[in-house]
């Protein structure tokens, strides 16, 4: 939902730039965060939303939501099923709009990466297995309407990819690595691109890592790349270089 994509064609804050969530304490974002820097998250939200974080938790009662730790982690878990609910529902109203599509792609995403990042290998992970591919028709029902989005593209072929290797299903990465070729044809310098090839390539079996350390060495050269996603692909040189 990274690490944080930064679309190629500046259209203003808009749901196809992420933000981070509106989690409800700044215990449990300090938390999170924390979690985010150790391992290297891959949520569909970036540092382009503090200020509107900052004034989203600057709304809510003093102490709600303490118990929501990484420890205690349901809530967690949880926090984006209200929303996916309203962009279900706006979908319906508006079917012809992409942006309401790709917020959905990027709620559903959320809500998945959040459980793979915290407990990969948890029950509630395999339960939600199934919305890396919701995830992916919402993308494609915006790409559409934006046939030539290489970032959605990308985020489409990352929850293609994760399926696929999360319900060990080989046509799934092939299909995932398929449109993040596609994607890089579109836009072969935008950084979230050269990311989430990287992350297809590593889900195959066996794993290319090599090529994938190639476009994540990429992105560490791009001078313009978003720092969120240079970090990510520094964490991801290192510990696939190891």
């Given at each position: 939902?990274?690490?944080?994509?930064?679309?190629?064609?500046?259209?203003?804050?808009?749901?196809?730039?992420?933000?981070?969530?509106?989690?409800?304490?700044?215990?449990?974002?300090?938390?999170?965060?924390?979690?985010?820097?150790?391992?290297?998250?891959?949520?569909?939200?970036?540092?382009?939303?503090?200020?509107?974080?900052?004034?989203?938790?600057?709304?809510?009662?003093?102490?709600?939501?303490?118990?929501?730790?990484?420890?205690?982690?349901?809530?967690?878990?949880?926090?984006?099923?209200?929303?996916?609910?309203?962009?279900?529902?706006?979908?319906?109203?508006q079917?012809?709009?992409?942006e309401?599509?790709?917020?959905?792609?990027?709620?559903?995403?959320?809500?998945?990466?959040?459980?793979?990042?915290?407990?990969?290998?948890?029950?509630?992970?395999?339960?939600?297995?199934?919305?890396?591919?919701?995830?992916?028709?919402?993308y494609?029902?915006a790409?559409?309407?934006?046939?030539?989005?290489?970032?959605?593209?990308a985020?489409?072929?990352?929850?293609?990819?994760?399926?696929?290797?999360?319900?060990?299903?080989p046509?799934?990465?092939?299909?995932?690595?398929?449109?993040?070729?596609?994607?890089?044809?579109?836009?072969?310098?935008?950084?979230?691109?050269?990311?989430?090839?990287?992350?297809?390539?590593?889900?195959?079996q066996?794993?290319?890592?090599?090529?994938?350390?190639?476009?994540?060495?990429?992105?560490?050269?791009?001078?313009?790349?978003?720092?969120?996603?240079?970090?990510?692909?520094?964490?991801?040189?290192?510990?696939?270089?190891?």
């Open positions: 939902m990274l690490r944080e994509p930064v679309r190629s064609q500046e259209r203003g804050r808009k749901a196809t730039e992420r933000r981070l969530p509106t989690w409800t304490t700044t215990v449990v974002l300090v938390a999170l965060l924390t979690f985010v820097i150790t391992a290297g998250s891959m949520l569909l939200t970036g540092p382009q939303g503090m200020a509107f974080l900052s004034n989203e938790m600057a709304s809510q009662p003093a102490g709600q939501g303490q118990a929501d730790t990484p420890d205690n982690p349901q809530l967690l878990f949880n926090q984006f099923e209200p929303q996916i609910i309203l962009a279900q529902q706006e979908v319906e109203r079917p012809d709009n992409p309401v599509w790709i917020e959905l792609g990027n709620l559903l995403y959320d809500s998945v990466q959040i459980v793979r990042e915290l407990q990969p290998d948890s029950d509630i992970y395999q339960q939600r297995l199934t919305r890396w591919i919701e995830a992916s028709a919402a494609s029902e790409l559409r309407l934006e046939p030539q989005n290489a970032t959605v593209r985020d489409m072929a990352i929850s293609l990819c994760y399926y696929g290797a999360g319900e060990n299903e046509s799934y990465v092939d299909m995932g690595l398929q449109q993040a070729q596609q994607a890089i044809d579109t836009d072969p310098h935008n950084e979230r691109v050269l990311l989430g090839l990287g992350l297809c390539l590593v889900q195959t066996p794993p290319q890592t090599e090529a994938a350390l190639q476009y994540w060495r990429t992105v560490l050269s791009l001078p313009s790349a978003d720092p969120g996603i240079a970090a990510e692909a520094q964490r991801l040189v290192e510990v696939y270089s190891q």
